[in-house]
T-cell receptor, first 109, second 113 residues
Framework: QKEVEQDPGPLSVPEGAIVSLNCTYSNSAFQYFMWYRQYSRKGPELLMYTYSSGNKEDGRFTAQVDKSSKYISLFIRDSQPSDSATYLCAMSEGQNFVFGPGTRLSVLP | DGGITQSPKYLFRKEGQNVTLSCEQNLNHDAMYWYRQDPGQGLRLIYYSQIVNDFQKGDIAEGYSVSREKKESFPLTVTSAQKNPTAFYLC????????????FGPGTRLTVL
């Protein structure tokens, strides 16, 4: 079993749709959970980070963490073509830092 | 502006040559990292360093070498021993401590001809 798995696979949605991106993980010691956005041929940029279980909202983006289920989600409301990118989840405990494989999102005008 | 710079943006190498990728940060971060990104495989850790003059191997260190002589700089050398070096290389840095979200540079795309 991989340490972090991410779904869905490549995703295409119409502009204005609500997008749900998800990661599951196996290491219950993870305490910090992050979402990165990576545009094509660019470095990832930190979008949001949360500590332990709960929700965090930032504009159109909401991050959810459920440590009991080892499951994290990123919701994007009113998706825009500029949201088209690869989204990477990441999690850490101490200096153990792990990334998911990423989900490529295309928002069609 | 604080940030992480990587150079060059694109690099072409002939088989059998060593090449060095540059990474510099002015964020006063203690820790620095090198990742390799291949299509469909996410980020794989090559080397990381938590303090000057000290570094540790990551998951795929074979064929790579690093140095950390200054806090701001963490160059990566891709040696001729690396069998499949064509990839996108990303450098990152973070504070050393409990909360250590990583910040990334723009990346270097290496192509072996």
């Amino acid at each position: 079993q991989k340490e972090v798995e991410q779904d869905p696979g490549p995703l295409s949605v119409p502009e204005g749709a609500i997008v749900s991106l998800n990661c599951t993980y196996s290491n219950s010691a993870f305490q910090y959970f992050m979402w990165y956005r990576q545009y094509s041929r660019k470095g990832p940029e930190l979008l949001m980070y949360t500590y332990s279980s709960g929700n965090k909202e930032d504009g159109r983006f909401t991050a959810q963490v459920d440590k009991s289920s080892k499951y994290i989600s990123l919701f994007i409301r009113d998706s825009q073509p500029s949201d088209s990118a690869t989204y990477l989840c990441a999690m850490s405990e101490g200096q153990n830092f792990v990334f998911g494989p990423g989900t490529r999102l295309s928002v069609l005008p | 502006d604080g940030g992480i710079t990587q150079s060059p943006k694109y690099l072409f190498r002939k088989e059998g040559q060593n090449v060095t990728l540059s990474c510099e940060q002015n964020l006063n971060h203690d820790a620095m990292y090198w990742y390799r990104q291949d299509p469909g495989q996410g980020l794989r850790l090559i080397y990381y360093s938590q303090i000057v003059n000290d570094f540790q191997k990551g998951d795929i260190a074979e064929g790579y070498s690093v140095s950390r002589e200054k806090k701001e700089s963490f160059p990566l050398t891709v040696t001729s021993a690396q069998k499949n070096p064509t990839a996108f290389y990303l450098c990152a840095s973070s504070m050393f401590g409990e909360v250590n979200e990583q910040f990334f540079g723009p990346g270097t795309r290496l192509t072996v001809l």
